[in-house]
Each structure stands twice: as C-alpha cells, then as structure tokens.
C-alpha cells in the first residue's frame, strides 16, 4: 500500500461513519472499535452520551491499522500533547494538510496570529482543495459525524496532527510513492484482492495477471457468461473479498478494506471461512447483538460456526473483531 493509499484507507474509514447519532448503530461501531483499542489512553472507555470527536479520529486510525504510530485519545488538548510527544504535531494554522491529517480546532480563536489556544474539537482532512480542504468530524452539532469545509488559514484553526503516512506504509511493507484512487464504502477493495474492469480487460487477461482461472473467478463472482464483463465492475479474486464485499453492500459492515486486509493477513484464524459462511446466510443488515457473546451464539444457531469456545476466547485478541461478531449475529438472526 502506498502512501497516497494509506491515506485514502483513513478516510474512507471515517466518512463511512457520517450520519452517525448519538446510540446509533454506527456510532456504538466506533465507539466499540475505540473502547477495545489497548492501550486504552488513560483507561477511560467512551461511554454512548460522551463528546467523542477525538474518539472518532482515534478510532479510523485505529481501524486503518496506524494508531501505534498516530497514538489515540478521546480528549481533544490531551491529543494535541500526544502528538506533540510523538513529532507529529504541526503548529501552525496556515499550514495546508493532507487527506488522512487532523485539523484541530480552538473556537476562542480570535484569527489573529497563531492560535496557541486549548483545542475544543477534532476532525480528519478528507479532501483538499485549492484554498480550502473538508474535515470530515464526530460529535458536530447534534452529537452526528459530518463534514466542515474550512479555508485554508482560517479562523479556528488550532493546528493539524500530520502522522507520517510514508514512513508508516513503509513499515507496513508498502511503498512511499503512488497515486490515490478514491474509493468510498463496498466499491473501496485492498490491492491483491480485486480488480476493477478497465477497456480491453477479459476474464482471461485478469487470471493470468492474478495467477488464477477464469473458472475460479466465474464461480467466485457468480458470472453466468465468461465472456461478458463490464468497465467499471469489480471482479474479486477469492471468496473472501467476495464475501466482505456483498457484506458492505448490504450494510453489515463498513469498513471491507479492514476486513479484507485482516482476513489476507491470516492473523485471525479461520476469518476467512466466518466471513465467506456468514455471507452465505445474510441478506440483509439486522440490529448488532449487544455484545459478541449473544453474536457468537447467534452464528452458532444458524449455521454459520460450529467452533464457538474458539470465537469466545479470542475475540479480544484482534481490534473490532468482537464488533464484527455482533454485526454478523445481529444480521443472521
């Protein structure tokens, strides 16, 4: 993963929490991925009726698999100290930040100077413009995540946490260079586990490129005629890319990049098969268990696992797994 891609993942992970309220079902979902994040800063765990902007940056780092490197916090001027720590913070409000960046706030900003205030709020850039960029936020007016259009230099601009997103896709065996293409939700894959149809592509060019067999990738995407495909269609390349992607379209989950990379990853055993089976059974999104226990059970009584004391005891041990757990259940039942 490049750079520019690493970048993109972060927003895409973010935006696809906006509309979230207060108890809803997309709120409880970054609540829960930041909640079972370890270590917890400073023990707390964001309760539902909390102000939770800095929790909802905190949480897409941490879906994205960076927040080793961002740090995370549910306080605002605690976030600002944590970055500062870490050499990532950037003091100065006219700055022009980068998609995946967070734009700190100070609403007792007089716009003169540098603001050197106490942050109030916390959002990640999610597009940039020419003299503008949009930050894409948790806990705006109403306790919703939305987005904020600012000017570049404008007033309230406290300072940005800037994570070095090229040394940190290096470390993760990316690369520093490249283009970002902008994905958003179900149509958003991870290299290696998709492909997009471009002019001229056939089944046959995309299997030889990826090692596999027209016959595989038929019967992995359900085609009926080999030789109909269409610009612009996804064609995923094993059953669980195919089965994390009817999943997102349907709803149950929102963030199939993490998923997809999780599952490539093999650092959670038998992943792939809870995410292929579970797709089988699913036709539609349903209420999330309240917790992964009554989720497990649930995927126990429809079929889906039949190794429950696996999922039990090691759902803690990987970041959001306990809320797949719960979305899955919630779905089957």
């Not at 993490?258 to 093999?266: E, F, K, Q, R």
Request: net charge positive; hydrophobic share 40%.
């Amino acid at each position: 993963m490049t750079e520019n891609q690493l970048r993109q993942k972060v927003v895409d992970i973010i935006n696809a929490w906006i509309g979230a309220t207060k108890g809803s079902a997309k709120h409880l979902d970054l609540l829960e991925v930041y909640n079972n994040y370890r270590p917890l800063a400073r023990g707390y765990k964001v309760q539902v009726k909390d102000a939770y902007c800095a929790a909802t940056v905190s949480a897409a780092y941490i879906r994205a698999g960076i927040a080793e490197y961002t740090g995370t916090e549910c306080g605002v001027e605690k976030y600002t100290l944590v970055a500062k720590k870490l050499g990532i913070w950037v003091e100065n409000d006219a700055h022009t930040p980068k998609i995946g960046d967070a734009c700190v706030y100070d609403w007792q900003d007089n716009g003169v100077g540098d603001c050197t205030g106490a942050g109030d709020h916390i959002g990640i850039v999610s597009k940039v413009s020419a003299g503008s960029f949009v930050v894409t936020e948790g806990n705006m007016s109403g306790g919703k995540v939305g987005t904020r259009t600012m000017a570049i230099n404008g007033r309230y601009i406290r300072g940005f946490i800037c994570p070095d997103f090229a040394a940190i896709a290096k470390k993760l065996g990316g690369t520093t260079t490249g283009t970002t293409t902008p994905t958003t939700g179900a149509s958003s894959v991870v290299q290696g586990t998709a492909h997009t149809v471009a002019a001229g592509d056939t089944l046959g060019k995309i299997a030889a490129k990826y090692g596999t067999t027209v016959d595989a990738l038929a019967a992995i995407n359900g085609i009926q005629n080999k030789n109909l495909i269409r610009v612009g269609q996804v064609v995923y390349l094993t059953e669980a890319a195919a089965a994390v992607g009817k999943l997102a379209r349907l709803g149950v989950i929102n963030s199939p990049d993490y998923w997809n990379t999780a599952a490539a990853s093999g650092k959670v055993k038998y992943l792939d098969r809870l995410l292929i089976q579970a797709a089988e059974k699913i036709t539609k999104a349903g209420t999330r268990t309240t917790t992964p226990e009554a989720g497990v059970a649930a995927l126990v009584a429809a079929g889906v696992i039949n190794t429950p004391d696996y999922w039990l005891a090691n759902y803690r041990t990987f970041p959001s797994l306990d809320a797949l757990l719960c979305a899955l259940g919630g779905a089957v039942k």
